[in-house]
């Protein structure tokens, strides 16, 4: 079992590689249907597992097809972090989509109507 600290430099070794692939190096075109950012990566404690979660912006259909060739490009990913992150190990890589800033964007949007409402309803 690897410490938290150890953890925690894994994850951002891993986040920070696997953005330069988003950028650069995955070839898949459906990964470019829509703009692609490594929002969190999760690395489990014995370092084996990585779920690495992906803010997609794009319609939902370009959401779609980014994390389908995202999940496709998994096992490319894999054996890139294998050569550039010196693990006994390489983790299994799993993507996952982030929706949290979209959550977050509706909610602001939400309190910013509520706050409209009430505004209107003290100058009545």
Same mark, same amino acid.
């Given at each position: /079992?690897?410490?938290?600290?150890?953890? &925690?430099? #894994? &994850?951002? *070794?891993?986040?920070?590689?696997?953005? %330069? @692939?988003?950028?650069?190096?995955?070839?898949?075109?459906?990964?470019?249907?829509? /703009?692609?950012?490594?929002?969190?990566? %999760? #690395?489990?404690?014995?370092? %084996? =597992? #990585?779920?690495?979660?992906?803010?997609?912006?794009?319609?939902?259909?370009?959401?779609?097809?980014?994390?389908?060739?995202?999940?496709? &490009?998994?096992?490319?990913?894999?054996?890139? *972090?294998?050569?550039?992150?010196?693990?006994?190990?390489?983790?299994?890589?799993?993507?996952?989509?982030?929706?949290?800033?979209?959550?977050?964007?509706? @909610?602001? =949007?939400?309190?910013?109507?509520?706050? %409209?409402?009430?505004?209107?309803? *003290?100058?009545?």
């Amino acid at each position: /079992m690897a410490t938290s600290r150890r953890i &925690s430099k #894994v &994850s951002s *070794l891993i986040k920070r590689e696997v953005s %330069q @692939m988003l950028l650069n190096e995955i070839k898949d075109d459906r990964v470019g249907a829509g /703009m692609a950012s490594v929002t969190e990566v %999760q #690395v489990s404690g014995d370092l %084996q =597992h #990585v779920k690495i979660f992906v803010s997609i912006y794009g319609t939902p259909e370009a959401k779609a097809e980014t994390m389908e060739g995202l999940r496709s &490009s998994a096992t490319f990913v894999r054996r890139q *972090l294998g050569q550039r992150i010196r693990l006994r190990r390489t983790p299994e890589v799993l993507f996952l989509e982030d929706t949290s800033l979209e959550r977050g964007d509706r @909610m602001v =949007h939400l309190l910013n109507k509520i706050g %409209q409402e009430r505004k209107s309803d *003290l100058e009545e």
